[in-house]
């Protein structure tokens, strides 16, 4: 083995090492903006419910994953982007001076998403995010109730959760799914249907001002594929069904 071989190799070690902490780092330095939202007068409770909908959309945890348990020596490393689609001259976005762009009808927020495998068939997460300038954060544990096989597909149990704080707007998002999937040589498309609750709470009103809190419990459902592109790469795209509609694609390093 000579000098040159073994530099070779010592660079692609470094490289699988450290890309994960690049991959977060460009995505929470990304396009933040100032962020925040600016409640005109004719902002009203109905277009309250209509925002936190829109919202707990585009926080919520997205699966970007399969069913399949990964074990103890499982990782992952994810960057995200994706959201709901939103009318952005509706009247909830115009009152509620929402400070973002939509691409292609979008609310697209960012997110960078770590996952960890552990024994008995459990995988835990989490993820941080920004989105129409406002962070968030959330967590997750999936449970591999079966395995699958050369026909069966895996099965698993999900709880996430999801939070938006620190602003005009305080968000909670709780959901329940259960997920399979099926691996193929590249390529591993999954489903997942699940029970959801968003609360929200903000404080807005003309002529008085007073505290809001509006609720919603939904049935959600998800269809996503992930494709391995090479040893620890791969990059994954996915479809939700909640309040509205919306889309997510990620990329990462992991086993």
């Given at each position: 083995?000579?000098?040159?071989?073994?530099?070779?190799?010592h660079?692609?070690?470094a490289?699988?090492?450290f890309?994960p902490?690049?991959?977060?780092?460009?995505?929470?330095?990304?396009?933040?903006g100032?962020?925040?939202f600016t409640f005109?007068?004719?902002?009203?409770?109905?277009?309250?419910?209509?925002?936190?909908?829109?919202?707990?959309d585009a926080i919520s945890?997205?699966?970007l994953?399969?069913?399949?348990?990964t074990?103890?020596a499982?990782?992952?490393?994810?960057a995200?982007a994706?959201?709901?689609?939103v009318?952005?001259g509706?009247?909830w976005?115009?009152?509620?001076?929402?400070?973002?762009?939509?691409?292609?009808g979008?609310?697209?927020?960012?997110?960078?998403?770590?996952?960890?495998?552990?024994?008995?068939?459990?995988?835990?997460?989490?993820q941080?995010?920004?989105?129409?300038g406002?962070?968030?954060?959330?967590?997750?544990a999936?449970?591999?109730?079966w395995?699958?096989?050369?026909?069966a597909?895996?099965?698993?149990?999900?709880?996430?959760?999801?939070?938006?704080?620190?602003s005009?707007?305080?968000?909670?998002?709780?959901e329940?799914?259960?997920?399979?999937?099926k691996?193929?040589l590249?390529?591993?498309?999954y489903a997942?249907?699940?029970?959801?609750?968003?609360v929200?709470?903000?404080?807005?009103?003309?002529?008085?001002v007073m505290?809001h809190?509006?609720?919603a419990?939904?049935?959600?459902?998800?269809?996503?594929?992930r494709?391995?592109?090479?040893?620890?790469?791969?990059?994954?795209a996915?479809?939700?069904?909640g309040?509205?509609t919306s889309f997510f694609?990620?990329?990462g390093?992991?086993?």
């Open positions: 083995m000579g000098p040159a071989f073994r530099g070779t190799l660079r692609e070690v490289m699988r090492r890309l902490f690049v991959i977060l780092a460009v995505l929470l330095a990304g396009p933040a100032a962020g925040g005109s007068p004719a902002f009203t409770p109905d277009d309250f419910r209509d925002l936190a909908d829109a919202f707990g945890f997205p699966n994953g399969t069913a399949a348990a074990g103890a499982g990782f992952e490393v994810l995200a994706g959201g709901p689609q009318d952005s509706a009247h976005w115009r009152n509620g001076g929402v400070d973002a762009r939509t691409f292609g979008v609310l697209t927020g960012y997110r960078g998403i770590v996952r960890k495998g552990l024994p008995w068939r459990l995988d835990v997460g989490a941080v995010g920004h989105v129409a406002e962070r968030f954060w959330g967590g997750e999936r449970w591999g109730i395995d699958g096989g050369v026909l597909p895996a099965a698993a149990l999900r709880l996430a959760y999801s939070r938006l704080d620190g005009a707007v305080a968000l909670d998002v709780s329940a799914q259960l997920v399979v999937s691996g193929f590249v390529v591993s498309p997942a249907v699940g029970f959801r609750r968003t929200a709470q903000a404080v807005f009103g003309d002529p008085i505290r809190r509006v609720s419990e939904r049935w959600t459902g998800a269809v996503g594929a494709f391995a592109l090479l040893p620890l790469l791969h990059v994954v996915e479809a939700r069904r309040a509205a694609v990620g990329a390093v992991g086993l």
